[in-house]
């Protein structure tokens, strides 16, 4: 067994909690991103369409066609391509945004975030004491986990 199939058992065996070989198409984006891949939410609904019609439950050998497929594991882009988004929010270019600004941007544009997501991507995040965060720092320290 290759190190990449071991892997891949051990998440998805974290998923398979009653052992029946089988996980919730709802898994789905939870498992990819558990073995390196960042699928968008279209994606995701792309993929289970495609390999989970009629929200069947996902088995090992379909989980393992899904992470092999082309383009699967994608760059995650570097850091000022993030840092440059991020900019937009910091009128007076202070290389700070307010923590509250930059829950709304994670919650609420693009690839939408939930509140706990947020809170565990802030945590050991240096917010000054006017409530701001260094984006650039955020931005370096989510892409090096």
């Known amino acids: 067994m290759s190190q990449n199939t ?10 398979d909690k009653k052992g029946t070989g089988k996980v919730s198409s709802d898994s789905l984006g939870d498992l990819l991103r ?36 082309p383009d699967g594991f994608k760059p995650l882009g570097q850091p000022e391509d993030y840092i440059r988004g ?18 709304y941007v994670l919650t609420s544009i693009g690839e939408k975030l939930t509140d706990s997501e947020v809170d565990e991507l802030l945590k050991g995040v240096n917010v000054t004491e006017e409530g701001n ?3 650039v720092e955020f931005v370096k320290s989510i892409l090096a986990q």
Not at 6 to 15: G, I, R
């Open 133 to 135: 965060v260094d984006y």
């Open 34 to 69: 558990a073995v390196g891949q960042n699928p968008t939410l279209a994606e995701i609904s792309n993929l289970q369409e495609q390999y989970l019609p009629n929200n069947a439950e996902l088995d090992f050998d379909t989980y393992v066609k899904i992470i092999d497929r």
């Open 86 to 103: 991020l900019q937009v929010f910091d009128k007076n270019l202070t290389g700070f945004i307010g923590v509250g600004e930059l829950r």
């Open 6 to 15: 071991k892997t891949y058992k051990d998440a998805f065996s974290l998923f």
